[in-house]
Every structure is written in C-alpha cells, then in structure tokens.
C-alpha cells in the first residue's frame, strides 16, 4: 500500500463532542469550515448562534428538549432547516443571502434577518430540529464506485449491492454516472453526473476492464427515514443539507436526482440491525454481495453499531460478501477514509482516503 499523503480537509468533528456545550459545537464547526475555506455564509450563521445560545436566545430556545448527542451535528440540523424555509419560499428575505437561492447579499448582514425567521416559523423548524442530518451526497459516489471497480477486479462475479443508510439511494447509482478517467468514459457516458479524473492517482488495476465487467444485478438498501428522490419535498430536504453557497454540490445533486427519479432504487424504512441480517441470507454463491456504508456511522448510537459490525462479520459463509465502508478517518491526516473488509468479516484494509462529500479522492493501493 503506497504512502497516504495529507489532505488539507478535515470534518467538524461533532463525533468527538463529548460533553461540550451546544454553542461551543456551532464554534467549532464555523471554525472548521473557515481554516478549510468553505461557506462563509454558515461560518457566520454558526458563529451568531452560538453568541445567541450564549445569551440564551431564540437558539436556545429552540434547541430546548431537543436531543442532540456526540455526532448529531445539531448544527447542521438547524442550518437545513432554515435552508429548507428558504428554498421552499418560506422566507424570501433571508434568500437574498443564499447563492442557492440567487442570492448575493454580503454575509455578515445575515443574523438578524435568520432572528426573524425563526421567530416566524418558530414550530416548523423546531420539528425539523428532530430530524437526523439526510446528506446524500453523490459525491461519494466517486469513492464507493472505485471500491466497486476494486472489487470487482479480485471477485470477477456480478455484484448485488446493499446500502445501510441509504437516505434517497443515490449512490446506489454510483454506475449510472459517468467517469472521465484519462479522458476515458467509464460508468454512463450519457448521465448527467459527470466526474472528470476524480481519482489522484487511479486503482492500481486496470480500471477500464474493471468497469466493463462491474455488473449490478440487485441493489436495494435500508434508512429509517428513507426520502424519495422523485417527490419535490423530499428533494428539497435533500437540497436542505447542502451548503447554499457551494453551488457545484447543488448542481451535483440535481444531476444525481434526474438519473434517480427515472430509476428509483427501493429503501426499505428500517434500521441496519433489523434490515440487514434477512438481507445476508439471501444471498447466492454465484454473486458478490457487497455491503455498503457512507458517513453514516455517528448518526448511530453504539448498540445498533454493534449489532451492525455483528451481522457483517458473521455473515461470512458459503457466499462471498464484501465490506466497503466511507467514515471518518482513523488517524489526522484526512477527512474521511475507504476501507475494504473482504470478506466481510476480515479485518479492514484502507483504500483510500477523501473529504466528506468525496473529492478529493486519494487511492491507496
Ligand atoms: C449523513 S446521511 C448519509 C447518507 C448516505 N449514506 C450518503 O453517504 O450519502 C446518514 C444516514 O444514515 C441514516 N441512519 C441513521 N441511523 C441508521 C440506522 N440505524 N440504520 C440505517 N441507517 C441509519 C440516516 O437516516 C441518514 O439517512
């Protein structure tokens, strides 16, 4: 495995929040997000929540009974559901600041206008609060479909493919983009979603080949609160989780849902422990089945974890089942990491390792 150099991207953190309170999460995620350059309009919206927690404000207030444990990130919830007030056009003045919406009013004005509409829509974004954070991010899809193509170099066998925490399904349909490798297509040349050598360097196979053997004949996958791509609500919450100022993740996302709503792949409203162990037994000798998991692990609490990381390294029998997983890094030197159990009960192997949304992808091995 070649060395893995450092990335100049990290996540927030929440996971590792412990007990520190509310407003010192809003502070270090804004400081987070400016040391890596991104959204300024959050990095001031989080910092002024937190002077608003401190105070103990109309933030304050509507956090008040609403859990938040290590991981939920409840300051992304907050931000998604005044984006989502936005984008839906409940709150055509705030949208004056939001690039997403066409908006180009300079941030530091935005605080006392994000005051306002809590104050109008105080209940609606109280029970958003309750929601976990629905980020499906097709970006990833760039790092699970490079696991695919690795996968399927070593097994030569059709791949059935399973998501736990699957949200919308839309890196189920991480072959039907398309991938600009060398100025080679691979996946769908003709999908809307198009990645160009999103890979530094390529899977040392022959990535070309990999690509013309992968195929999926099932793909199916589990979320407690699984969203529809193909209904306009549910792809506005899904818009909701974007930053609104980073316009090429929207565009990213609008792309991946006109290829989903065609197609939409089955998520079944059911929790990982309970949804994957049927899922396993099912499957057949002739294909290799392959579980999946992205940014999902510290929405999780530890129990369901377990049970979880049970059912996958027990379920190595007479039928071959991989593990790919894309969580945090264990170590500093990147946001987040691939890593393959192959077979699924065998310790992990690093792959590579990316940001949160996936690019920049470092491969590995
Ligand atoms: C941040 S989203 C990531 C979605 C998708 N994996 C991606 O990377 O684009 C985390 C997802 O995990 C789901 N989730 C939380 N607890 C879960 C559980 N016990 N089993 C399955 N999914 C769960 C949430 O509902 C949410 O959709």
């Known amino acids: 495995m070649n060395e893995i150099s450092q990335l100049p991207y990290g996540g927030a953190g929440d996971g590792q929040a412990g007990k520190l309170e509310l407003a010192e ?14 959204s300024p309009l959050y ?81 609606q974004i109280r029970a958003r609060l309750h929601r976990t954070v629905q980020t499906n991010e097709p970006g990833r899809s760039a790092v699970l479909f490079a696991g695919l193509l690795w996968l399927t170099d070593r097994h030569r066998r059709p791949i059935r493919l399973l998501e736990v925490g699957a949200s919308a399904g839309l890196n189920l349909l991480a072959d039907r983009y398309s991938y600009v490798i060398g100025g080679r297509e691979l996946g769908d040349p003709a999908s809307p979603l198009r990645f160009v050598d999103p890979w530094t360097p390529p899977p040392a196979i022959d990535v070309e ?23 306009p609500d549910d792809q506005l919450t899904l818009l909701s989780y974007i930053w609104p100022d980073e316009l ?71 039928s071959p089942i991989a593990r790919l997983s ?15 159990h192959d077979p699924a009960g065998a310790p992990a192997t690093r792959l590579a390792v990316c940001d949160d949304h996936g690019l920049p992808i470092r491969w590995a091995t």
């Open 209 to 231: 080949d990999a690509a013309a053997r992968l195929e999926i004949v099932a793909r199916a996958g589990c979320d407690p609160a699984p969203l529809d791509p193909s209904w």
């Open 43 to 123: 990095v001031r919206m989080m910092r002024d929540a937190a002077g608003d927690i401190d105070r103990g404000g109309t933030v304050a207030r509507l956090f008040d009974g609403v859990p938040a444990p290590p991981g939920s990130v409840p300051q992304l919830r907050l931000m998604a559901a005044l984006h989502y007030l936005v984008l839906s056009g409940q709150a055509p003045a705030l949208a004056a600041f939001y690039p997403s919406a066409g908006g180009e009013r300079p941030v530091d004005g935005v605080w006392p206008l994000v005051e306002v509409v809590i104050d109008e829509h105080f209940d």
């Open 326 to 340: 894309m969580e945090p890094a264990s170590d500093r030197h990147a946001a987040m990491q691939l890593t393959v």
């Open 25 to 38: 999460r809003f502070r270090r995620h804004a400081g987070a997000l400016a040391r890596s350059g991104r």
């Open 248 to 318: 090429h993740r929207i565009e990213r996302m609008r792309a991946a849902l006109s290829v989903a709503a065609r197609d939409p792949i089955p998520v079944a409203a059911q929790r990982g422990s309970i949804w994957l162990p049927d899922v396993l037994r099912a499957a057949r000798g002739s294909e290799l089945t392959v579980v999946w998991h992205s940014v999902m692990r510290q929405y999780v609490d530890p129990d369901e974890w377990a049970a979880i990381e049970r059912t996958l390294s027990d379920a190595a029998g007479s």
